[in-house]
């Protein structure tokens, strides 16, 4: 069993910070990559941003300059980093990881999800 669990989310005035964190326990035997993922009402979800255990990213054009992905391999733990919020931001955001089980199985898992909400 795997279980992922996000915390950070909340109300920020535009211009201001949030930072995500997303922490995979269980059976885990290694992850790669983990993403975090938004999905604003009456939208699509869509990747923000991934990072692979070598530390290798990838942003979504809208928030390149502003969000920052890394993660604490030893933790499991994968950070978002968002600055200079926008209200566009606003969504609820998903944690994805790519896990590979201690008993040799691979799946894809989400967080419960974190509503950030941005006002103007």
């Known amino acids: 069993q795997v279980q992922m669990v996000e915390s950070g989310g909340g109300l920020v005035q535009a211009g201001g910070s949030l930072r995500l964190s997303c922490a995979a326990s269980?059976?885990?035997?290694?992850?790669?990559?983990m993403a975090w993922y938004r999905q604003a009402p009456g939208k699509q979800r869509e990747l923000v941003a991934f990072?692979?255990?070598?530390?290798?990213?990838k942003y979504a054009d809208s928030v390149k300059g502003r969000f920052t992905i890394s993660k604490d391999n030893a933790k499991n733990t994968a950070y978002l980093q968002m600055n200079s919020l926008k209200p566009e931001d606003t969504a609820v955001y998903y944690c994805?990881?790519?896990?590979?089980?201690?008993?040799?199985?691979?799946?894809?898992?989400w967080g419960q999800g974190t509503q950030v909400t941005v006002s103007s």
């Open positions: 994805n990881a790519h896990i590979i089980t201690t008993g040799g199985r691979e799946y894809d898992y």
């Open positions: 990072i692979t255990t070598g530390g290798s990213t």
């Open positions: 269980g059976s885990i035997f290694s992850i790669n990559p």
